[in-house]
């Protein structure tokens, strides 16, 4: 049974950061890419970053590049969003989610939530103004 839980979320003020976990479980993480995405109030879910199998390439999206890194530690079976200068804009909950393929990568295509099979049960993110 595949397990993703996300922790580190919470309230911030705007400049502010957080580091978001997720923990793996019942997968061969090193296998798969992961993400991350977010879904703010009355909005449908969005891409935010994603990272492949062996760490060699990443994609953001346009909003957060520079203010956040995505990470992995395949050791840990674990994922890592480091967000600095957060805005109240980044107001959401975010989820990490695993890859349907496994080791397969496409800046391209790993916007797309129909790539992923497994996803996290999200964690609040709150950035006040």
């Known amino acids: 049974q595949v397990q993703l839980v996300e922790s580190g979320g919470g309230l911030v003020q705007t400049g502010g950061s957080l580091n978001l976990s997720c923990a793996a479980s019942?997968?061969?993480?090193?296998?798969?890419?992961m993400s991350w995405f977010r879904q703010a109030p009355g909005k449908e879910r969005e891409f935010v970053a994603s990272?492949?199998?062996?760490?060699?390439?990443?994609d953001y999206r346009d909003s957060v590049k520079g203010r956040f890194t995505i990470a992995r530690d395949n050791a840990k079976n674990s994922l890592y969003l480091q967000m600095n200068s957060l805005t109240p804009e980044d107001t959401a909950v975010y989820f990490c989610?695993?890859?349907?393929?496994?080791?397969?990568?496409?800046?391209?295509?790993?916007?797309?939530?129909?790539?992923?099979?497994?996803w996290g049960q999200g964690t609040q993110v709150t950035v006040s103004s």
């Open positions: 990272i492949s199998w062996s760490y060699s390439r990443k």
């Open positions: 019942g997968l061969t993480f090193s296998n798969y890419a």
């Open positions: 989610a695993s890859a349907r393929r496994a080791r397969s990568y496409s800046t391209t295509y790993y916007r797309s939530e129909t790539e992923y099979t497994y």
